[in-house]
Structure formats: C-alpha cells, structure tokens
C-alpha cells in the first residue's frame, strides 16, 4: 500500500472521529435532562459507546420511562452493530482475543470507513483510527456536555428542552431522504411510529408507547412499495 | 427512579449492546443474514427514532402539549432541509425554544 493512500486514510479518519465526537456534548446535555449523573452519562459513551443507543435510552428515561423499556429501546437500535459486524469480519480478520476488543468499536462510523478504505489492509487501519478518534472525543465531549447542562439556569434549559427532540431528528432525517434505500417506506414507517406513540401517551406508562410503536409498525407489515415479505408471511 | 435502578439500566443495556456487537464478529454470517434481521435492522430505526422525536416533542408524563419545543423542532426541520451541519441544527433549536420561552 502507498504511503499516500494510508496517510488520505488516516486524514479521513480521524476528521470524521472529530466531527462526529463533538456531538458527544449534546449527549451528555440529553443525559443530564434525562436525570443521569455524570457518571452515568460518563458509563454510556463509555461502555456502551454506540450514539444511537444511547440517546434512545436517555430518550426514554428522560420521558419517564422504565429502565425496561428504556434498555430494550437501546438494545433495538443495537441490532444494526450486529450486521455491520458479519460485513467486518472479511475485511479485519477479528481472530482470538482480538475479537472482544474489535467489537467494542463495531458502530456506523467505523464501518463505513473500513468499508470505503480503498485497500484490504487500509481497512483495519481505517477501523482503529476512526474507532479511536470517535470513542476519545465522544467520551471527553460526553463529560462537557454533562456538566455544562447541569449548570444551566432557566432559559438554557428550555433551549435544552429544544435541543433533545432535535437531535433525534437530526438522527432520523438521513434515512428520509435518498440515497438511503426505500427512503419513501422509511418516511411512511417515521410517520406512523410517531403517530402511534402519541395516540398511546395517554393510556400507557411511560416510555412504553415508544416500544409499542415499533412493535406496532413492524407487526403492520411493510408499507406499500417494499418487496419484503410481510411479519405473517415470515411466521408461516 | 432510584439511582440504583438507573445504574443497572445503564450497565445492562451497554453489556446488551457489546454482546450484540460480539455477536456479528463471531455468529455464521448466514445466521445475520436473515429477511427478518433485515427488516429490524431497516425500519426499526426510522419507527423508533420517529417515536422518541413525538414524545420528546409533544408529551409531558400522559399529557400531549404543544409549548416551545415545538419552534425547536420547526426550525431544526427547516435547518436540516437546508442541510445545515448537525451542530447547527443544534443550536438553531435551542435558541428558538429559548426564545419563545423568554417571549412566552
């Protein structure tokens, strides 16, 4: 491999793990709304370190939620780390010991930038140095925006308030627009999980009707548009 | 919620989420490669993110409200339709629902 391609590797990588580390910082503001210590918020982007997840999971806490219902919505969002980690393994080899450590990094980024790395052996290059760069900062922004939230007076705190629901749909808005695939059905799929979880907020505890609307929408089969098959015909 | 329940909350749901990720290093990949692992993995996503959006947005415990949130998540649609960077988008919001706090 040239030293130029690794070097354009490296510049890409860790550029992404900057950028994407600073929105640590509205993670640990969430985290703080939710009701979460510093240590807390500190353990997530710690231990469970995948962006998503955890948002989900102060989302629901911070709703009122359940602790149940709260870690099945970040184990939901987790499934997708399980397919990018089949993808990884032609491309890292992960074998042995090696593998514990490998999968703590398994998330969005560092896929896609082991996927894109023009060379095999750029790709576990492309994997540490976006792995490494994102967990550093998302974890040092993690405890900027923890404690910075905490010591907000009252008008930050509405801004706070905005900020949260933002993010989520700062999250979700890619998958609306192409290139993603189908993004028409996941417009439809948006929409109704959204519909569903505010008709249910009334009658069930909290939390629980952001569930229920994924269940709710997985179970009506997909929308008009997609050819996979539906929930029935996958159980016959 | 008491701190303790908080802590298994997010001491469970990470080692969750490490296992899920240990698991597509070490399982066939033929197990993954499910229609219905494809279909979680496709439009859980956009359904559950939707529905932490709604009752971010829009809920108080049991109560629907519409209150200053709502200028947020306007103006954080607008933003994104612009394709404004996701910091912008950020602070877009939360100053709009600042200042409709202050107004209000």
Redesign the interface.
Known sequence: MSSAARTATLRDAIGLGVAVG??GA?FGAAADAA???LW?AV??SA????G??Q???V??????G???A??G??????????????R??PLLK?SGIR??G???W?IDETTAMSLAAPERELSRLAFLATGASIYLMWNAMTVVGALGAASLG???R????????????????P??RKPF??AG???R??????????AL???VP?GV??IA??VA??LAG?PRGSD??T?AE?MA | ?S?T??????????????L????????P?GW??Q?????????????????????????S????VVD??L???A???LA?ALRAP??V??IL??????L???LA
């Open positions: 600073l929105y509205a009701g979460l210590n807390q353990s997530l231990l469970m370190f995948t998503a997840s948002f989900a999971l989302g629901v806490l911070g709703a009122g359940s602790a149940l709260a870690a919505s970040a184990l939901l969002l987790g499934t997708r780390n399980t397919v990018y980690g089949v990884l393994v992960p593998r514990f490998t999968a703590h398994v009252g008008t930050a509405a801004a706070l308030d905005s900020i949260v629901p933002a993010a989520f749909l700062a999250l979700l808005w998958r609306l695939p189908e059905v996941q417009r799929v948006a929409v109704g999980g959204a519909v569903v979880a505010l907020t009334p009658f909290a009707q952001v609307a994924v929408v997985a997909p996979r098959p929930a996958e | 919620m701190g329940t908080l802590w298994v909350a997010v001491l469970a749901a990470s080692l969750g989420c490490y899920l990720k240990l698991a597509g290093l070490s399982v990949a993954v490669e229609p219905w692992v494809a279909r979680v993995v496709d439009f859980v996503p956009a359904a559950l993110l939707a529905a932490l959006v709604a009752v971010q947005a829009f809920t415990g049991r109560h629907l200053a949130r200028a947020g998540l103006v954080a649609a994104l996701f910091i988008v950020l919001a939360g100053a709009a629902g600042a409709v706090h202050v």
